[in-house]
């Protein structure tokens, strides 16, 4: 089976909303040319996600703000950033400075979850020096793995930064505005009517060598994933 066949296969069942409309009429070579295509306009993408055939979303830079509402009846404000991928760790990496110096992790992955579902593998207290110094060792897989994200939490604030499978960067945060200045400090600009890949079809894609590195993320995180 050729390797543009598996990412169909493989990835069909990981698309939102499943793949079909722009999808299911293509030829081997009109798809594998489609997922070929990294850059649009000024914006590149990782490797972990592609947009729909007939660019439903065109991907693009920038970020929009919003407000959460939690099952309380509670709101907290809600950054959303799509950034390109030269500088997305980096933009990340300074994005989570702001929640301290000891912090919780959050790892999540939809690996042999097939069905769209998803693990999450939580770690408490752990400093930020130590955190980063391992988040940047896997960079490849936080990057190009569309089935890997990760999220870190203050939980006394409360305030999360999340890097999540669709390479989007999102901050939970009642205080917002520090996170909003990186954003801009990284010539990251606001744009209220914005839209990102994940609100039309998309698709993921991962491997089984990033799905190992994802368990040797886990274990330098000390984490024991359930299979």
Known sequence: MGWVQRYYRENAEKSSPPMASSFAR????????????TRYGN????????PSYDLQVIPSEGYRKDLFRDERGGQIPVIMAAVSEERLFDVFLDLID?????????????????????????????????????LIEFEDLLLNDGCTGVAVINPRKPAEVQFDEHKLLVVYAHEITPFEKILRDHGIRLNPSMRFITEAEHVHTSSEAYENLFDQLCTRLGLDRRY
């Open 26 to 37: 293509l030829t081997e070579e009109e798809l594998e040319t489609h997922l070929g295509i």
């Open 43 to 50: 914006f590149t993408l990782t490797g972990a996600i592609r």
């Open 98 to 134: 702001p929640l301290g110096t000891v912090v919780d992790v959050v790892l999540e992955t939809s690996h042999s979850h097939p069905q769209g579902g998803h693990e999450d593998l939580y770690r408490e207290q752990i400093d930020m020096p130590v955190l980063k110094s391992v």
